[in-house]
C-alpha cells in the first residue's frame, strides 16, 4: 500500500512541470502589443512563423512558455550580427503571449536596443525601446496586424440591458421631506 501511495506521489511530481523557460522581465510598457483570438502556444507559433517569413531570425521559441526571442540582430538584414549591441543599427526582440479574455491571447513583442556600453549594469538597464518608426519596429507592428486581421480581436462584449427606471407608482403622492 504504501508503495503504491509513494508511486502515485512521484507520478503527479513528474507530470507536473511548474517552471518556466521565460526570463524574470516582464514588457516595457511601449512596447508593441494586440490581442488575438488564438490560445497562447498557437499565437506563439503563428508570430514566430510570421517573423521568420518577414526574415527577421529567431534565437529561442518556447511554445509552452508562449516566448520567443532573437538573438542581437542587425536591424537592416534581420539576421544575427557579430557588431556590438551598440545603437539602432543592431536590435533584439522579445515576444510574450499571454492569455486575455476567455479564447484570446495578448501578443507583446519590445524591439530593443542599446544606446551604449556599461558593464556595471544589469543587461535588461541598458536595453530601450526602439522608436516606432525604427524600421525593425514597423515590420513587427505589420506583423501584429497581419495577425490581427487574419485571426480576429476579442469579439466585443454582449449589449447590456438597461436597468428599470425607478418611477413613482401612480395615483400617489411623491413624499415630501419634512422640514
Not at 24 to 52: F, G, K, W
Amino acid at each position: 500500500m504504501r508503495f503504491r501511495v509513494l508511486l502515485a506521489f512521484a507520478a503527479v511530481l513528474t507530470a507536473c512541470r511548474p517552471e518556466t523557460l521565460r526570463p524574470a522581465v516582464t514588457p516595457y510598457p511601449d512596447a508593441s502589443a494586440v490581442e488575438i483570438r488564438l490560445r497562447p502556444a498557437e499565437a506563439t507559433r503563428r508570430l514566430a512563423e510570421a517573423l521568420q517569413a518577414d526574415s527577421i531570425t529567431l534565437a529561442r521559441v518556447r511554445l509552452r512558455d508562449g516566448y520567443i526571442e532573437t538573438a542581437w540582430l542587425d536591424s537592416a538584414s534581420g539576421r544575427p550580427t557579430t557588431q556590438r549591441p551598440i545603437g539602432t543599427g543592431v536590435v533584439r526582440l522579445r515576444s510574450w503571449a499571454d492569455p486575455g479574455r476567455p479564447g484570446n491571447t495578448v501578443l507583446t513583442v519590445e524591439t530593443l536596443y542599446r544606446p551604449l556600453a556599461d558593464p556595471s549594469l544589469p543587461e535588461r538597464e541598458l536595453e530601450r525601446q526602439v522608436p516606432r518608426t525604427h524600421p525593425t519596429a514597423l515590420k513587427v507592428e505589420r506583423v501584429l496586424e497581419a495577425l490581427l486581421k487574419r485571426h480576429g480581436g476579442p469579439r466585443p462584449p454582449a449589449a447590456e440591458q438597461p436597468a428599470p427606471s425607478q418611477e413613482p407608482a401612480l395615483g400617489g403622492e411623491e413624499e415630501q421631506p419634512e422640514e
